[in-house]
Nanobody
Framework: QVQLVESGGGLVQAGGSLRLSCAAS????????MGWFRQAPGKERESVAA????????YYGTSVKGRFTIFRDHAENTVYLRMNSLKPEDTAVYYC????????????????WGQGTQVTVSS
């Protein structure tokens, strides 16, 4: 089993940047596909970015493509989400997730979830 801890959230003005981190522990991080998801109040969970265990495949949600970048550091057992050109509609709790295995859909299923970190973008 893997434990995930997100950090890096906060309050930022529109147009600003943040970098979220997700530190993994408890198992072999290198074997896990990793994903970032977000959920705003009253809205369904949204897929943000995903990266396969080898970093050979990367996926982005439509609303963040071109602004967000996902990358991982195997030595640090950490996956990052660099967020640029932030908009008020990016405000949400951001969750890191992990899974092991081969799945055709980059967004589901995920077996392990972090507790989330709040990102608030002011206009």
């Amino acid at each position: 089993q893997v434990q995930l801890v997100e950090s890096g959230g906060g309050l930022v003005q529109a147009g600003g940047s943040l970098r979220l981190s997700c530190a993994a522990s408890g198992h072999t991080f290198n074997n896990y596909d990793m994903g970032w998801f977000r959920q705003a109040p009253g809205k369904e969970r949204e897929s943000v970015a995903a990266i396969t265990w080898s970093a050979g495949n990367i996926y982005y949600g439509t609303s963040v493509k071109g602004r967000f970048t996902i990358f991982r550091d195997h030595a640090e057992n950490t996956v990052y989400l660099r967020m640029n050109s932030l908009k008020p509609e990016d405000t949400a709790v951001y969750y890191c997730a992990a899974r092991v295995g081969d799945y055709p859909n980059p967004w589901t299923p995920y077996n392990y979830w972090g507790q989330g970190t709040q990102v608030t973008v002011s206009s």
